[in-house]
């Protein structure tokens, strides 16, 4: 593939994306359930309208472009006072969830650089379920994390926590809620626990900090999360979750401007001139900036509230279909609108293949396997259809047929291997298993339970994680046929 030597005509363009897009996900159905969020056609009509505007305007110099200066100030201002934080609290927007959590991680080496310079390699302190964005910013800056058990409801083990604290360890770290099964983590006592022994207190409200203010305003019960909680010093919030704006928007929230010190960069002696970002990016897309204050004054309180009585009806709706399916249940008892489908009987996996063919995308997840549905302002419609096809799919996996027979010998096949075969010959075969997922084509495949039950039984999973860098390569081929 090469620049086309003479360009292409507007028409010819449209065309083109519009065949590109033919076989991604029909999130406009509401048949996604991650990925994408959905207001209704006037919040996007408001977002596309207020990123064009801004469509040029860099962020980079906010001095250069006080709307800009003024309309991030406004968003953070506005987010902060919903979470209850009060004038000291300082904080940036940023490209996303994944860069807030860069920068809380970023922020406690260097707290711990200026405040505890013995420590080497400081460590954090989290549950198993928290994001594995934290992974990577530990994978960037040089720290440990030290994931603890969850309880049996899936929410952090204090304990467990408490136990994992050695004398390097700089922050502890829970979720409101947390992405795989949509619980909660007890703040109050992580952070109690984090302020009794001098540490940061970290929470990951990426996907729930625009969502629990208005659960809680609507009388569900829900428990203390934000700035409200003695000991919490920075929360993260999505704008491009529940926010429902456009992506590229979140938030990291200090509760002192004196913590936030620690994220800021300059650099001073560079001939360009005096170069100074408050977060990871440089050149920073005004249009997004401009989209997120736009949406959230378009809404305002009311129209945010509005829109999560109906997720949370949605949710209630679900819930209560699920319990009554035999062989189907929700891990533990969600606290806003993200849950997990997992059965005891079944192979849940069979369940998401049944339902893609069935034209619905559901994320499979693992220890222990599930499905995963966030729900949003989008689902409004589909509980009816979806709760169809979630009964029929799952009497059709109760049926047995030739290509369930087989998949359930592949897995005692591969139990056994796994069992009996040298380690160096299962790596051979996993990278086999590699290139042959690498080589299948552009459209996703429908039924990928062997795939996911193959890798679950793969004893070494440093052979797992190459399997996954293989595909994540894959992805960006320079030989990728044009997009006809
Ligand atoms: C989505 C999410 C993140 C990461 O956010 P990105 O915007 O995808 O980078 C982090 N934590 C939680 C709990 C999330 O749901």
Redesign the pocket.
């Known amino acids: 593939m090469q620049l086309p030597p003479h360009g292409t005509s507007r028409a010819e363009l449209r065309r083109m994306m519009a065949a590109a897009r033919a076989h991604d996900v029909r999130w406009r159905e509401g048949r996604v359930f991650s990925l994408v969020y959905d207001a209704g056609e006037d919040v996007k009509e408001v977002a596309q309208e207020a990123y064009m505007a801004f469509f040029a305007e860099n962020a980079l110099n906010p001095t250069a472009f006080p709307s800009l200066r003024r309309f991030e100030s406004e968003v953070i201002a506005m987010t902060a006072s919903l979470l209850h934080g009060d004038e000291q609290v300082a904080g940036n927007m940023t490209s996303?969830?994944?860069?807030s959590?860069l920068m809380t991680m970023l922020t406690a080496r260097e707290w711990a650089r200026a405040h505890h310079p013995h420590i080497v390699t400081p460590e954090v302190v989290l549950p198993a379920s928290a994001?594995p964005?934290f992974d990577k910013a530990a994978h960037y800056f040089g720290m440990r994390l030290v994931r603890t058990p969850l309880r049996q409801d899936f929410r952090a083990d204090v304990a467990a926590m408490e136990e994992a604290i050695t004398p390097n360890t700089v922050m502890l770290v829970g979720?409101a809620p947390?992405?795989p099964q949509g619980v909660v983590d007890p703040i109050a006592d992580i952070a109690a626990l984090a302020r009794a022994r001098g540490l940061l207190c970290h929470v990951?409200a990426?996907?729930g900090g625009m969502m629990l203010p208005f659960v809680e305003r609507l009388g569900y019960p829900t428990p203390p999360w934000d700035f409200r909680v003695p000991g919490v010093t920075s929360i993260s919030v999505?704008l491009?979750?529940y926010g429902y704006t456009a992506k590229g928007a979140?938030i990291i929230l200090y509760r002192t401007k004196a913590l936030r010190r620690h994220q800021l960069f300059a650099s001073i002696d560079w001939s360009g001139g005096i170069y100074a970002s408050p977060t990871m990016a440089g050149t920073r897309p005004g249009g997004v900036i401009a989209a997120a204050w736009a949406v959230m004054t378009y809404l305002g309180e009311a129209g945010y509230l509005e829109r999560a009585r109906t997720v949370m009806d949605v949710r209630d709706a679900i819930l209560a279909g699920v319990a009554s399916i035999p062989d189907l249940h929700v891990l533990s008892d969600p606290d806003m609108s993200i849950l997990a489908l997992a059965s005891e009987t079944l192979d849940i996996y069979l369940v998401a293949d049944e339902m893609s063919v069935r034209g619905w995308h559901l994320d499979r997840q693992q220890h222990p396997p599930s499905l995963h549905m966030t729900l949003h302002y989008g689902h409004k419609d589909i509980v009816e259809p979806f709760l169809g096809d979630l009964r029929a799919s799952v009497d059709a996996v109760r049926r047995p047929t030739p290509r369930r027979l087989i998949y359930t010998l592949l897995m005692v096949l591969m139990r056994w291997l796994t069992g009996i075969l040298p380690e160096r010959w299962l790596s051979w075969l996993t990278q086999r298993a590699a290139g042959l997922l690498a080589g299948g084509g552009q459209e996703l495949p429908q039924r990928s339970a062997p795939m996911y039950g193959i890798m679950g039984t793969l004893p070494n999973r440093g052979d797992v994680k190459e399997l996954v860098l293989d595909l994540v390569e894959s992805f960006t081929e320079l030989n990728t046929r044009s997009g006809q």
């Open positions: 996303g969830g994944t860069e959590l994001h964005a979720s947390s992405y990951d990426c996907v999505d491009h979750k979140s």
